[in-house]
């Protein structure tokens, strides 16, 4: 795995773009397993991993890499598209700019959609926050997680989370203030508060902090300023143990919480997932196919993973290999990587075009990328969105 995340950072710095899928999806997976190997192996006596367990994370990996270089070579004989030696195509900067100006009103009124949906939750929050066993942030968590209580406005928050990104992307030909940049972003972060989920501020950091190191790159064609990722990383870490605290989640203390959230997913997949493959009759994998049949087909009865029995307290995320090893085994694993290779990179070659649309997508997608080492997200609804 380290030899492997070597070679896909020699090619990110010979390309000069390390938000490419593959140093975004291998370089968590090794920060995880070196997690695991220097503070659970080393430091805490852990014991050692099962040959299968690494077995199947090499596999996941190695086919995305695959999937990824097989649609590169692709490009490099048919569309004659290579990423290493040539300059990404120059934009038709005043084309650009008038042919997407008529998107300015609707970006207006997404905002505006998107605010309606962030009042509606926060009325709902204050009635969960006041109405629970606990005070306010455990009423918060409780009846996001057992009540499973859900927030109307959600659903027209993502508009907010879309214009967002498009203001970031056109601030320069709009001539976005970054007064309404830094608003929205505020209130899109501002929303994590609602279930107080970690992951959720993560995608709207990720999301932000890609369309502003996207654009810069592949848009305006300036020098790339990585102040934005390191500004995110900071914010995140703050806001990781401030959750975990409010929440009465440190186990033990903040360092070893944080240790918990990057090193153990790998644990638990050893310890309850890697023998219970093909159970889960396709639940994770093709869950938003299964959830769109059953509102078509109201009597669908559709089998899900059962058998797996994970202790109270014990962290229960598993890292992206435990979707496609529980539906479809380790065949699972190595398609399901294999196809989400090659459509990263159909997706990456329209982002280096500068493709807006493209762009805006690739800025949500990256977060199921950066989360592969602590879950599958790749079913996910923003996915979709």
Known sequence: MIFIFMLILLYSLMIKDFLNPLCVFVSPFTCSYLTYYIYYYRIMNIDQLNKNTYILFLLGIISFVIGYC??????????????????????????????????KFLVEVFILIGLIGFCINIVQAINFALNGPGDIFFNLRYSATVLDKRYYGSYLLLFLHVSTIMLIIYRKYWNVSFRLIFFLSFIWGVSFTFTLARTEMLLCMIAISGS????????????????????????????FFVVATVTNKVRGNLVNTFMVYLGYPIISFDKYIVDNPSVGNGSIVLYPLIKILSIIYKNLNFSTPGGILIPPGVPNVF????GPYIDFGKYGVVFVFFLLGIVYRIIYAQVRKGNIWFMIY????????????????????????
């Open 319 to 322: 890292s992206a290999i435990q």
């Open 362 to 385: 690739y800025c949500f997608i990256l977060f199921p990328l950066v989360m592969s080492f602590f879950e599958y997200t790749f079913s996910f609804g923003h996915v979709f969105f």
């Open 70 to 103: 097989y649609m590169s070579i692709f490009y490099s004989s048919n569309i004659a598209s290579r990423d290493i030696g040539n300059k990404p195509p120059r934009l038709n900067q005043k084309l650009f700019s008038t042919r997407h100006l008529k998107y």
């Open 212 to 239: 502003w190191y996207l654009s810069q790159k592949y848009i305006y064609k300036s020098k790339t300023n990585y102040k934005p990722f390191i500004l995110m990383g900071i914010l995140f870490l703050a806001g």
